[in-house]
């Protein structure tokens, strides 16, 4: 027994020297005062906004790395950072392709600096210009949208200024969207000017470094005019029913209801308001694949076909207040769109929409998202109207999870239609 208690004291002091000799390893000297050497510059590469410096760092001991540092005419520094285990270090941030002066330095681990070495930069335009010459605006219904290009993925804001006449008064507003997308496509939506409703339209682009664009103007736009499809003249054809060679959803399985798409109620995790196929797909029958599954409405007459919004379901609760499964399992992540050609006896395809998963969301942001639904044009990229069709096709073709690859969608809660009827 003694042996044991020495064995485990020895063990003990054991741990307390290894302890104390890897704090002494890393401990920062305090009282060290003395900088370290310079860094010898090689050369530096001009980025957008930005540059690339090459450089030999000092021999010292204690050295933890390089840094970067600017003032831009705001009198604001900016500071640059990498370890001493890198030979680069990349500076953004700059306002345009005027020279400008970056200092670097190296830095040992007291926050000793050393002799800065001055280098007069000149870099190529700007992301946030870039990103703002990159801006075109068009029209939709009851709206309008603005794409842009980011290829370094920075994050910017935009801002969207427009002016209208509404009521006979004039209005003037701002939307501003965040975004680090290679790509992206942003509305502003909800603009019931009537028909012939025109909006002048400007955009500024800003960094997080703080620079911005000057408003440039993208024009007069004439938005298109829709309205909302009735639904009391809409009928479902039975499950299996055959259409063009395409059998209808099967979608009353458990607690779902087909009819329940078509009723003007959304899914709000207590009213179980929602279609369910049960995993029946192509054929609709109870040994098929999950999907794709095909649902198809008779519209009553015949009309032309804007846009249309599908609510998915919620399922999250009595409080409606957590996400629920939205964007998730069971949900339609990616759909195409059909209408019926009475000429040619067959289905045309109008489109294939795959709807974006939302990031950086609270739980009730989702809801909010959710309920609203997501709107896809028929033709996203020139807006217009549908040639006339008494029939719609919706099928349903991947679900959201693993990234869109799983055909794991069974519901739907809502499709709403926006339009107008033939002449």
Not at 250 to 268: C, Q, S
Request: hydrophobic share 35%; with cysteine.
């Amino acid at each position: 027994m003694e042996k044991r208690i020495l064995a485990f004291q020895l063990f003990l002091c054991v741990l307390v020297v290894m302890g104390c000799s890897k704090t002494e390893g890393f401990k920062t000297q305090g009282n060290d005062k003395t900088p370290p050497g310079a860094v010898t510059l090689k050369k530096y590469t001009p980025l957008y906004g930005g540059a690339r410096f090459f450089y030999t760092i000092p021999t010292d001991e204690d050295l933890v790395g390089v840094e970067a540092e600017y003032t831009n005419k705001n009198n604001e520094v900016f500071k640059f950072m990498s370890s001493y285990f890198q030979d680069s270090l990349d500076v953004y941030g700059f306002a345009s392709i005027d020279p400008q002066k970056v200092k670097l330095y190296a830095v040992d681990r007291s926050g000793n600096r050393s002799q800065p070495v001055e280098v007069d930069v000149v870099s190529l335009e700007p992301a946030y210009s870039r990103v703002a010459n990159s801006m075109t605006a068009r029209a939709g219904f009851s709206s309008f949208f603005v794409d842009w290009k980011n290829e370094l993925k920075q994050n910017i804001n935009v801002y969207v200024d427009y002016e209208f006449k509404q009521n006979g008064a004039d209005r003037k507003l701002t939307t501003v969207f965040s975004s680090n997308l290679e790509q992206d496509r942003r509305f502003v939506n909800d603009l019931v000017l009537g028909a012939d409703g025109k909006v002048k339209v400007k955009v500024r682009v800003e960094d997080k470094y703080g620079n911005m664009t000057t408003p440039i103007d993208k024009g007069e736009l004439t938005l298109l005019e829709d309205v909302v499809i009735p639904k009391l003249a809409w009928k479902l054809p039975n499950a299996n029913d055959t259409i063009g060679g395409v059998p209808m959803v099967f979608g009353d399985g458990l607690e779902g209801r087909t009819a329940k798409v078509i009723d003007g109620i959304i899914d709000r995790g207590d009213n179980l308001n929602f279609m369910h196929t049960q995993s029946r797909g192509r054929t609709g029958k109870a040994v098929d694949g999950n999907m794709p599954w095909n649902l198809m409405i008779d519209l009553g007459d015949y009309y032309e076909i804007s846009r249309i919004v599908t609510v998915q379901r919620h399922s999250g609760g009595l409080a409606n207040i957590i996400r629920g499964q939205y964007y998730k399992t069971e949900n339609v992540g990616i759909y195409r769109f059909y209408t019926w050609n009475d000429t040619q006896n067959k289905w045309d395809t109008v489109m294939q929409k795959k709807i974006d998963v939302p990031v950086g969301l609270t739980e009730l942001e989702f809801v909010k998202m959710g309920e609203a639904g997501d709107m896809a044009y028929m033709y996203p990229d020139n807006p217009q109207y549908t040639k006339p069709t008494r029939w719609i096709r919706y099928e349903a073709v991947m679900g959201f999870t693993s990234n869109y690859t799983l055909a794991d969608a069974n519901c739907l809660s809502e499709v709403t239609l926006y339009g107008r009827k033939k002449n």
